[in-house]
């Protein structure tokens, strides 16, 4: 299938390295409106198309897909012109800027029986893999708090704030690797800008879970030091993943604490009895793939099988939902928001186009 990339800023290379050496895929197009920028990324004497606006580069029928790597606030206006016309869409994380428009997004591709993916590049990394099979396979038992860390000294975005640029990567990981998805109670975020940049560089959402579990993300512009981390902890085993340590990504850690409540007297009378289980660590042994050629190679999948793609258009919808529950909640200071009525169901898998 020939596929069109539209943004060649930072992002976009990535995507057009991916789909150049994919046997699935043809690059026929590069779109930018910075008309330098798009024929580099196209290169010179290699017949990649060079386009300046979405309209131009629609107007050929010489694609069957695009891929959206523009800024956030351009994904609706862009996927839907290409729904429109007909093509598959893969869009860059956050699916869009506003829950809303995400759902006009998923409506229109659901209503033209086209995929509408999102590039949540993070599931297609043999770790996370791993993560969501032990999860999913009961090794951990009973999820108690996942905590994930996500800081180094990044761009400070001129369109969105640190919570909109990085915590779609920690969200949409929980959400695919928790059973169910990640559906929180209620968000709380707590924002601070310390160096008045008018948005929050630093970040940490609180998502306490329906079983009494919590989940924690704390994102970071202006930390010296890089910390990808996250932990999760269960009821018989807690992994650790380290996306810096490529020797070691994943640890299981065979530990934990176990509550056992003890009749004092045989009466009424208990007390909570706590014991500490030491045991193995041990780290699975993970290949060293690109998670991009598994993402392109999933949205080609997707497109002739004519089903949803794994981080569909819906796992957008919930990440959005969570994210705009946390700026209501940044806007009063860091209340807590329930997240009820607009939170998104779990639909991956069933619904095509969704
Ligand atoms: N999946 C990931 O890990 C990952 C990593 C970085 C960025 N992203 C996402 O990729 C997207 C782009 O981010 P970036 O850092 O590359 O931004 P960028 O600003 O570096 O590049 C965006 C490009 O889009 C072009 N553009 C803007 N509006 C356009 C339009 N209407 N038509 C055509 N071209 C247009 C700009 O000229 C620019 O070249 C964002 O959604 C971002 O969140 C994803």
Redesign the pocket.
């Known amino acids: 299938m020939r596929i069109a990339v539209?943004?060649?800023?930072?992002?976009?290379p990535?995507l057009v390295r991916n789909f150049r050496a994919s046997p699935h895929w043809e690059l026929s197009a590069v779109?930018?409106?910075?008309p330098d920028?798009?024929r580099r990324l196209a290169g010179p004497g290699t017949g990649v198309r060079v386009a300046?606006?979405?309209e131009d580069l629609l107007d050929a029928d010489d694609v069957d897909a695009v891929a959206?790597?523009?800024?956030?606030a351009?994904?609706h206006?862009?996927a839907h012109a290409a729904l429109a016309a007909g093509k598959h869409v893969l869009?860059?994380?956050?699916l869009a800027d506003t829950g809303e428009r995400g759902r006009s997004m998923v409506q229109a591709a659901s209503d033209s029986a086209l995929v509408l993916m999102t590039?949540?590049?993070?599931c297609y990394t043999p770790a996370v893999l791993k993560m969501r099979e032990l999860i999913h396979g009961g090794e951990l038992g009973e999820i108690l708090f996942i905590d994930s860390v996500r800081i180094n000294l990044g761009?400070v975005?001129?369109d969105?704030d640190v919570f909109?640029?990085l915590a779609?990567?920690d969200l949409s990981i929980i959400d695919f690797i928790l059973p169910g998805g990640l559906t929180p109670v209620t968000v709380s975020a707590l924002g601070a800008d310390p160096l008045g940049a008018g948005k929050s560089c630093i970040g940490y959402l609180t998502l306490p879970l329906a079983n009494g579990a919590i989940a924690h993300v704390h994102v970071n512009w202006l930390s010296p030091t890089k910390i990808r981390q996250m932990i999760v902890g269960g009821s018989r085993r807690t992994l650790v993943w380290d996306d810096l340590n490529p020797q070691q990504r994943l640890s299981v850690y065979d530990r934990g604490v176990d509550l056992g409540l003890q009749a004092l007297d045989g009466a009424e009378r208990r007390t909570a009895t706590v014991s500490y289980r030491l045991g193995d660590t041990w780290s699975p042994a993970l290949p060293e793939t690109e998670a991009?050629a598994a993402m392109v190679t999933e949205f080609a999948s997707a497109i002739h099988a004519k089903r949803s793609a794994r981080t569909d258009g819906g796992s957008g919808l919930r990440v959005l939902s969570i994210l705009e529950a946390a700026s209501r909640s940044l806007d009063a200071g860091g209340g807590v928001v329930p997240l009820g009525a607009e939170r998104e169901p779990v639909l991956a898998g069933k619904s095509f186009g969704g």
Not at 6 to 12: M, N
Not at 91 to 94: M, Q, S
């Open positions: 539209i943004g060649a800023g930072y992002w976009g990535n779109c930018d409106v910075d920028r798009a300046t606006s979405v959206i790597a523009t800024p956030a351009t994904h206006d862009i869009v860059e994380k956050p590039d949540h590049t993070y761009l975005q001129p969105v909109w640029d779609p990567h991009l």
